[in-house]
């Protein structure tokens, strides 16, 4: 119970508790409800009831008396069970789910909203998807994107590995969309993967008749089915109801706080476009890992120790020197325009560099390429050591960091890997389409 | 009728848009627009499985319909919050302080903490698939004549979008109503009589008016919840003729009357609808009916529906005009079907008496059985029938609840189930707030003149007529009245009389403009200065509307400038020559025939007062 202070004592004198139907009486008036738990927010002042009418009040308890009308029972959960069985001719697809607003539950009764973590959950709400495939489900964590780390990016990488070792066509994973491209990345670089791995979303969570789950989900399992064996976006591709895009996980970002169509694939194009159970890609002449009989591979060593540190005018070397006395193991920058920062931090920089720490370079444009010898200040940091991350998203960059210092600390060799296109992180052509779309 | 014996209970629910400046959780102004949408967006909206494994009855027939919808939307005047793409913006401030005060005016209790709720509604009338909505207030009054009527409940909510039309079977809504501050008031079912009900909605009209809220069609919607004793609850939406109300009432009641009559006969005949839907499309192969042969062509089919012992009573009148049958039809006609053929009716529309004999035989129908037809796609025809077949179930044992639309005559039409009550949960996205008692008591001691109150007072301090204050209280132009009134010396009446009557009578003239204050303070100010009489003011403010003058150009324009009292002597002087004759033979009795004459060469340039007084005086020198 999330009552406190006076309305915890004012409730136990009474001896009601939450899910009672309870009458409250003031001087000039009475409310007849159930009565609720508060919903996070502080306050000891008033309760919540549900009236008979549906709508809630908050009724301060000042002068107030109560009666007990009924005592509540507790609203027993008994979903009915799934009939699930599986069809020879469907593929057999696993949903990971992590936590985020891809399902939901409401009981109405009380008006509470209940994530639903359970793949049980996630299916019964959605059970067209069971038409598309055999589903399998599973839930691994129960977060909220913004409370994601690496190590749970390896926690879901095996996972995914043990899903498709059981036979899994595809795998889709239910995530966040807060940091659902930083995982993406990570499971990109952790995971060489024989079969599509999808990971979806919504930015309307699925309580609301309008959420975006559905067709996030159902487009993520055409995706599941498809010969695409990369770690992929897949989220809505505009604000309506139709069409999905499928972005490389490596190339996507979030780019905005509340849109359906949010993920954006910057310095490139979506991969495909998928409608109404079809999947189509959109640059033809693209190139892409198919899917194959190979075995999943698994690289997941990490190194977390990494920082990520954005410039801006003003910024001091303390800032740096603070992350190299701390002990970290790298750094990734977010630089301005082609890959700068304030030569002021230069000094700071070469310090790293001499305690082996490599720094990589990126631009908080995030379109574009960052080029360091167009200008001085460049060449300058680059003879101190810094790696420039060519056109590598910065959040790409952090996490490919990560892994790269769990497979070697050798300076030479992590700049060479970060140099180098493993999952398609690194493009060498820049095409004029690819802005701002 | 006797309503009374009858047990006839009635409530209404009142909506009424808000005049303010933002909407209710975004900033986009609230103003309908006609301007071409900029953006088309498409949605599907699909019901949430509440954790009782229930969904909302209302909420489930609708998602069966499929329909997707599509939101027209605009770059500026509307912005992603409408379109379910940004979350709500906190609640508008003004929004609650007039419902505030229409909770004050109503004798209502203001709740300690207001909680924004998420009502589900899935017509797609919403982006989000649910209504915001609040409680404000419990437990007011109002007094009317036949007695007291409960207000239960005063609510603030967000209007819905507005519906366009129909395009390639989606639903087409324009996103700029979405968001527009309603209020929702209800009163309890205590409401005995056809007059009562009018009273009580007239009566709410007016405490409206008296705060800021919109003006005009559409701005609110007034809904009737009625039942009698043996029948049951149904709410009539879309109300706008106050007047219509009685006549609805009646029809309301006749239809429930009708329907427990049908249901005694069945009742007797011991009749029975069969849960069997008959595929008949093999009797229809060579029809003449063009519905039947389209729907078949169309790879569609057509199903029976057998009715023991409904015959006579499927054609049988229940309101003026419309039939059982028409009832039974509203609920296909909701899941998109054009109509149904009943036996009381046929043969008719192309359909054979050897075609009905067949079904008849088909089916084994009884001497007293009926069936039913539809014609479409197999599914829809099938989801439609079973829709029916519910409506013929219940038309055994009761009248259903139900939620229906009024037609232009005062009848009803089928529209959708009652709501079901679990339908609410918390609006997350908005925190609760908290409504202070001082704040409460400031509102309580500032609380607008009702317009009655109005009425009264302005006929008491000012002497106006009766009619005139009437006038300018629905006219809403008391305020300009009295701001008018206080700054110049000019008789009330006069003022009164031009905001009330003259302004109607140029605008009747088809000049359509909007007087602002201060044309209105410069006319009396020049009435004020003895500059132009009473008289001319018509003439100078239509001077103004048709060329844009200012009223003292106007006046000028117009050669309405009053004489000096010299210059009308001279006029009334030179009268008098002329008709020296009359003047010689008549004596004073020549004063009537010349002030006209001399008023009509002043052109009302001069006021009656002062001529009468020079000729007057002029005449008793000379006789």
Known sequence: ?437 | MDYERLGLKMGLEIHQQLNTNKKLFCPCECNLTDKKPELKILRNLRPTQSELGKIDRAAFEESLRKLQFLYESYDHHTCLVEADEEPPHPLNQEALEISLILASLLNMKVVDEFHTMRKQVIDGSNTGGFQRTGLVATEGYLETDYGKVTIDNLCLEEDAARRIGQKKGKTVFRLDRLGIPLLEITTDPSIRHPEQVKEVAYQLGQILRSTKVKRGLGTIRQDLNISIRKGARVEIKGVQDLDLMPKMVEREVERQINLLEIRDELQKRDADVEDHLFNVEDIFEETESKIISKAISKKGTVLALKLRGFKGLIGKEIQPGRRFGTELAGYAKKMGLSGIFHTDELPAYGISSDEVDSVLKFLGAAENDSFILVADKEEKARNALIEVQRRAKTALYEVPEETRKVLEDGSTEYLRPLPTASRMYVETDIPAIDIPREYLEKIESNLPELPEEKKTRIIREYGLSHDLALQLVRMDKVDDFEKLQSKYKVDPTTIASTLAYIIKEIRREGFNVDFDLNQFGETFELVERGQIPVAAIPTVLRSVAEHGYSPEIAAKKEGLEKLSEQEVEDIVDEIILENSNMVEERGIGAMGPLMGKAMQKLQGKADGKLVNKLLKEKLQKLV
């Open chain 1, 1 to 437: 119970m999330s009552y406190r202070g006076a309305c915890e004592q004012f409730l136990e004198s009474y001896d009601v508790s939450i899910g009672d139907t309870i009458m409250i009486t003031k001087k000039d008036v009475k409310y007849r409800g159930m009565l609720l738990d508060r919903a996070g927010d502080i306050d000891n002042r008033h309760l919540v009831l549900k009236l008979d009418n549906g709508y809630n009040v908050g009724v301060d308890i000042t002068d107030a008396r109560v009666e007990l009308v009924e005592k509540g029972e507790k609203p027993k959960i008994e979903l009915p069970s799934l009939d699930m069985e599986e069809d020879p001719k469907k593929r057999d697809i696993s949903i990971i789910s992590t936590g985020g607003t891809v399902a939901s539950i409401i009981d109405y009764k009380t008006g509470a909203v209940h994530p639903a973590f359970t793949a049980d959950d996630l299916l019964r709400a959605n059970p067209e998807l069971m038409q598309e495939a055999n589903v399998k489900g599973e839930a691994i964590l129960n977060i909220l994107s913004e409370n994601m780390k690496p190590e749970y990016w390896v926690k879901a990488a095996r996972s995914i590995a043990d899903e498709i070792n059981q036979g899994a066509y595809g795998v889709v994973l239910a995530h966040g969309t807060d940091t659902m491209h930083y995982t993406a990345a990570a499971l990109s670089f952790i995971l060489d993967t024989p079969v599509p791995v999808v990971l979806t979303g919504a930015q309307r969570s699925s309580d609301r008749p309008s959420s975006d789950a559905f067709l996030n989900l159902m487009a993520s399992v055409t995706a599941a089915k498809s010969d695409l064996a990369e770690v992929t976006v897949c989220m809505h591709g505009t604000m309506n109801d139709s069409y999905s895009y499928l972005h490389r996980g490596t190339k996507v970002r979030k780019m905005h706080t509340s849109r359906r169509d949010t993920f954006r694939s910057i310095n490139t194009q979506p991969l495909a476009q998928i409608q109404n159970g079809r999947m189509e890609i959109l640059d033809k002449t693209a190139w892409y890992r198919e899917r194959s009989e190979n075995e999943v591979n698994l690289q997941d060593s990490l190194e977390p120790d990494v920082a990520f540190i954005k410039s801006y005018p003003g910024i001091g070397p303390e800032i740096l020197d603070y992350h190299v006395d701390k002990g970290f193991k790298g750094i990734v920058v977010e630089g301005t325009g082609l890959g700068h920062c304030p030569e002021e931090l230069i000094p700071s920089l070469e310090r790293a560099t001499d305690s082996g720490i490599p720094l990589v370079m990126t631009s908080q444009c995030l379109y574009g390429r960052v080029n360091m010898n167009v200008y001085s200040t460049g060449r300058k940091l680059l003879s101190a050591g810094m790696i420039p991350a060519l056109d590598m998203l910065p959040e790409t960059a952090y996490v490919k960091l990560i892994w790269t210092l769990g497979q070697t600390d050798k300076l030479e060799e992590v700049k060479k890997i970060m140099q180098t296109n493993l999952k398609g992180e690194i493009q060498e052509k820049t095409s004029q389409k690819y802005f701002l779309i």
